[in-house]
């Protein structure tokens, strides 16, 4: 077999002719890009490691043009990327060959909004953080918050599963998205957009397209429910001297902050090192091995400050935490929230980054930590910590001052075999895509994956959406 990294063999799609680009121009008028300079950007991944050869990006704004698009395409045997905000982090959101691309960015219009359910219903392509606005000045906000809200859009949040900073408090999207509307690879409209909290009528098909990465439908419209805009927002930052104190600090904030608990995140001290020297934020509190940020969310703000008050001193008096300070209003709360947000951001200045999006049982996680370090030894130029510690969710992040193949050979398999040796799950939120889709079996037994294969040959025949992606190259 060869390399599970390798990249694929072209598969036998037609390419793009004078014909095609006529047909496109008469369904998307002025929307047709190819111009190589304005491809170029969606021909690259938000990393910058994959890079595509498409020479075509189409920009639908309806649902009907999406389906227009995709029966024809279907028909020509011509492969599309569905793409969103390109921020996705498995080489997923590109084309890998000359496949089309499809942007949702054009289909930004918010549909509905019932402001006594709280369920939004909007097009794919309306960017989060835009959704974020909408809602505050309705007194909600999104269940999800990832630090790509800026460009990521809320079709590519649902196609990847996005989890993010609060899923410890909403849920994931496969609870808080009620309904899709999907378009199929033959240009069928899938009309799956209920705003029923409850619906046990047949299969729950939505639940299929949420993590599909592209690769089963192309969603034009989701519908979700909203939480209501909490009224007391506290944000503490902390440190910590052992990963095994940061979990019984996680432990004892669990009980002590219950419902208004709604982030429980950490940094390890090698990600501080980066934030202070390439993006120069300060650390907030004096230096640790551990940092966790927490939020709670709630309605009261004296009966948070006092619960919140009660769990610090405890934290404090039992040695849990050394050192910490706390945020309550905005602007030192998105300060706080910064050290832990733009980790991500810090690593690109700091070399060629391998990430690794890693679940395991919250009390191992940092054990992968500690093990790859000794593995590497000093062959890497970083080798950081970070995550959601409530979803168990471990960002493992190894930088090399340029692309190594040797590195790379000693980081893989290794992680991918210390993961499922404790049955942890190779990608936690940001999907498998193009970089990860042939290390699925460390994660998913053989029949499993065989029968996604089923699933997409009965929903995709041809296979012309987001080819070379989630699955693996041996169900050809
Ligand atoms: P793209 O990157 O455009 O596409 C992602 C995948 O979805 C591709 O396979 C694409 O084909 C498919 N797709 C896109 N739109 C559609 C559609 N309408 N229909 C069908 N398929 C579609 N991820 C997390 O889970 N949690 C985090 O905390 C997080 N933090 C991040 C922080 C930073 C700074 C960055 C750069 C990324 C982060 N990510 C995180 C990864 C990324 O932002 C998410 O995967 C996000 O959901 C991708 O959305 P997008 O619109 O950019 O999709
Ligand atoms: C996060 C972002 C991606 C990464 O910050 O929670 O999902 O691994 C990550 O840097
Ligand atoms: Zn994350």
Same mark, same amino acid.
């Given at each position: 077999?060869?390399?599970?990294?390798?990249?694929?063999?072209?598969?036998?799609?037609?390419?793009?002719?004078?014909?095609?680009?006529?047909?496109?121009?008469?369904?998307? *008028?002025?929307?047709?890009?190819?111009? *190589?300079? /304005?491809?170029?950007?969606?021909?690259?991944?938000?990393?910058?490691?994959?890079?595509?050869?498409?020479?075509?990006?189409?920009?639908?704004?309806?649902?009907?043009?999406?389906?227009?698009?995709?029966?024809?395409?279907?028909?020509?045997?011509? %492969?599309?990327? *569905?793409?969103?905000?390109?921020?996705?982090?498995?080489?997923?959101?590109?084309?890998?060959?000359?496949?089309?691309?499809?942007?949702?960015?054009? $289909?930004?219009?918010?549909?509905?909004?019932?402001?006594? !359910?709280?369920?939004?219903?909007?097009? %794919?392509?309306?960017?989060?953080?835009?959704?974020?606005?909408?809602?505050?000045?309705? @007194?909600?906000?999104?269940?999800? @918050?990832?630090? %790509?809200?800026?460009?990521?859009?809320?079709?590519?949040?649902?196609?990847?599963?996005?989890?993010?900073?609060?899923?410890?408090?909403?849920? !994931?999207?496969?609870?808080?998205?009620?309904?899709?509307?999907?378009?199929?690879?033959?240009?069928?409209?899938?009309?799956?957009?209920?705003?029923l909290r409850k619906d046990n009528t047949g299969y729950d098909l939505k639940q299929l397209f949420i993590g599909s990465e592209g690769t089963l439908g192309v969603i034009t419209a989701v519908s979700i429910l909203c939480p209501?805009?909490?009224?007391?927002?506290?944000?503490v930052f902390l440190g910590c001297e052992t990963f095994d104190q940061l979990l019984k600090t996680f432990q004892l904030c669990k009980g002590m902050l219950g419902e208004i608990l709604s982030a429980f995140e950490f940094l390890?001290?090698?990600?501080?090192?980066?934030?202070? &020297?390439?993006?120069?934020?300060?650390? *907030?509190?004096? @230096?640790?091995?551990?940092?966790?940020?927490?939020?709670?969310?709630?309605?009261?703000?004296?009966? @948070?400050?006092?619960?919140?008050?009660?769990?610090?001193?405890?934290? $404090?008096?039992?040695?849990?935490?050394?050192?910490?300070?706390?945020? &309550?209003?905005?602007?030192?709360?998105?300060?706080?929230?910064?050290?832990?947000?733009?980790?991500?951001?810090?690593?690109?200045?700091?070399?060629?980054?391998?990430?690794?999006?890693?679940? /395991?049982?919250?009390?191992?996680?940092?054990?992968?930590?500690?093990?790859?370090?000794?593995?590497?030894?000093?062959? %890497?130029?970083?080798?950081?910590?970070?995550?959601?510690?409530?979803?168990?969710?471990?960002?493992?992040?190894?930088?090399s001052s340029a692309r190594d193949p040797a590195l790379l050979a000693s980081i893989e398999p290794f992680v991918y075999e210390w993961t499922a040796r404790f049955h942890g799950s190779i990608s936690a939120e940001h999907g498998?895509?193009?970089?990860?889709?042939?290390?699925?079996?460390?994660?998913?037994?053989?029949?499993?994956?065989?029968?996604?294969?089923?699933?997409?040959?009965?929903?995709?025949?041809?296979?012309?959406?987001?080819?070379?992606?989630?699955?693996?190259?041996?169900?050809?």
């Open positions: 077999r060869s390399s599970p990294a390798a990249a694929p063999q072209r598969l036998p799609f037609s390419r793009v002719t004078v014909e095609d680009l006529a047909v496109f121009r008469k369904i998307l *008028p002025g929307r047709v890009i190819t111009d *190589p300079d /304005l491809v170029q950007s969606s021909n690259e991944d938000w990393l910058k490691s994959v890079r595509g050869s498409s020479e075509v990006l189409l920009r639908p704004q309806t649902t009907q043009e999406v389906s227009q698009i995709l029966s024809y395409c279907n028909s020509r045997n011509l %492969a599309v990327n *569905p793409q969103g905000g390109n921020t996705g982090l498995v080489g997923g959101s590109v084309p890998v060959y000359d496949e089309i691309i499809l942007s949702t960015s054009f $289909m930004k219009n918010i549909l509905s909004f019932d402001n006594i !359910s709280g369920i939004l219903t909007c097009q %794919a392509g309306c960017v989060l953080e835009n959704l974020v606005l909408y809602l505050e000045e309705r @007194d909600y906000i999104m269940p999800l @918050d990832l630090g %790509a809200k800026g460009s990521c859009q809320i079709g590519g949040n649902v196609a990847t599963n996005a989890g993010g900073l609060r899923l410890l408090r909403y849920g !994931s999207l496969h609870g808080t998205v009620l309904g899709l509307e999907v378009v199929l690879a033959d240009g069928q409209v899938l009309d799956c957009l209920s705003t209501r805009k909490p009224k007391s927002i506290n944000v390890d001290s090698e990600c501080m090192r980066l934030l202070n &020297t390439h993006l120069k934020l300060p650390n *907030p509190i004096s @230096d640790c091995p551990f940092y966790i940020v927490i939020e709670t969310s709630g309605s009261d703000s004296k009966h @948070d400050s006092q619960k919140l008050h009660n769990f610090l001193e405890e934290a $404090m008096t039992s040695l849990l935490v050394t050192d910490g300070t706390v945020a &309550t209003e905005d602007s030192k709360i998105k300060a706080l929230w910064s050290m832990r947000e733009r980790v991500t951001e810090a690593l690109t200045h700091d070399g060629f980054t391998y990430k690794y999006d890693i679940s /395991l049982p919250v009390e191992r996680i940092y054990q992968l930590m500690t093990d790859m370090r000794q593995h590497l030894g000093n062959r %890497a130029r970083s080798v950081v910590g970070y995550g959601h510690v409530g979803d168990g969710n471990l960002h493992l992040n190894i930088t498998l895509g193009l970089k990860k889709r042939n290390y699925i079996y460390y994660s998913k037994s053989g029949p499993a994956v065989a029968l996604m294969g089923n699933i997409k040959t009965l929903l995709d025949p041809k296979g012309i959406l987001n080819p070379y992606k989630t699955l693996p190259d041996d169900l050809k």
